[in-house]
């Protein structure tokens, strides 16, 4: 492919799924700095192996495996040099939301999300808020549907009791 | 997704999530300073790959040589050393024993008053030495 070509066909795809990534990244993240780098990591190793992405799936699917990827690896790290939860926790009661109720909800969900397991967090976040289907979550972790049900399961189980246990 | 999986109050609070959007202007800035970082990569990897190019190895071939002659050289050069035969004693070459005549010698050690056949007459020796002790 043509160099030029191949900067225009590149920046359309950024374009279309920048969006849809920047929120799948944050929700596991919350904090928008990071989720801007992990972000662009995620584009540049697009960018970098562009050539190799065989058509197998659907490039949605290959970037949200990146992305994920990129996502739970950096928790990962995170995680050594501090405590992540406790970072996020904190990110979560500084947001500067209004006090009333939907958004003491909407606080709630999101600490309850950040104290989940990593690739718990990442099935939780594709599935409740992309609605994204079995099949497709497969394609980008590599799990089984069924470990992933059972996964999904345990994530809303734990999301619930925290949430009414600290409902007020 | 059936309501079963995720359940009624989880399902509730969805309704409610509204989407938090990132900083206004951020995904009209975002392609453009992605596509910065990637030239500016690429230029960085290709500076890079073009500042180190392996060092041709036409040009030390005449280096090696030198070096492998100079190596060799000194090993010649060690070897002739050692192995070169020291000349013989001069009390067995044969050009030493036909100069001196061994016979009259010892008359002359035995006897000291005898004169050596070809050195100076006695009176040139006392001339000598007296010359000398001047």
């Not at chain 1, 290959?62 to 992305?67: D, I, P």
């Not at chain 1, 397991?117 to 497969?138: G, K, L, N, S």
Request: with cysteine; proline share 6%; glycine share 2%.
């Amino acid at each position: 492919m043509d160099p030029s070509q191949k900067d225009v066909a590149f920046r359309e795809l950024v374009e279309h799924f920048q969006k849809d990534l920047y929120h799948h990244i944050k929700r596991m993240i919350l904090d928008h700095q990071d989720t801007d780098d992990i972000l662009q990591d995620t584009f540049v190793k697009a960018w970098v192996h562009l050539a190799d992405f065989r058509g197998d799936s659907q490039i949605k699917t290959w970037l949200y495996k990146v992305a994920t990827n990129e996502t739970l690896s950096f928790i990962r790290k995170k995680r050594n040099t501090q405590s992540l939860d406790t970072s996020i926790l904190e990110l979560v009661s500084v947001s500067g939301f209004t006090e009333d109720e939907s958004e003491k909800l909407i606080l709630k969900l999101e600490q309850a999300i950040a104290i989940l397991p990593d690739r718990q967090r990442a099935v939780f976040c594709m599935r409740y808020y992309d609605d994204m289907p079995y099949q497709e979550i497969a394609k980008i972790t590599g799990l089984t549907e069924g470990a992933l049900k059972a996964s999904y399961f345990h994530a809303v189980k734990k999301v619930e009791e925290f949430i009414t246990a600290v409902k007020p | 997704m059936p309501d079963s999986e995720t359940g009624p109050f989880l399902l509730k609070i969805k309704a409610n999530v509204r989407t938090r959007e990132a900083p206004e202007g951020y995904f009209q800035a975002f392609p453009d300073r992605l596509m910065d970082r990637i030239y500016a990569e690429s230029s960085l990897q290709y500076s890079h790959q073009t500042s180190v190019q392996p060092f041709p190895v036409w040009k030390a071939v005449p280096v090696m040589l030198a070096f492998a002659a100079s190596i060799c050289l000194a090993f010649f050069l060690q070897f002739q050393s050692v192995y070169t035969p020291l000349p013989l004693p001069p009390s067995d070459s044969e050009e030493w024993n036909q100069l001196a005549d061994w016979n009259q010698m010892e008359q002359f050690i035995t006897d000291p008053s005898l004169e050596l056949s070809g050195t100076l007459p006695a009176n040139e020796v006392e001339d000598w030495v007296l010359q000398e002790e001047l």
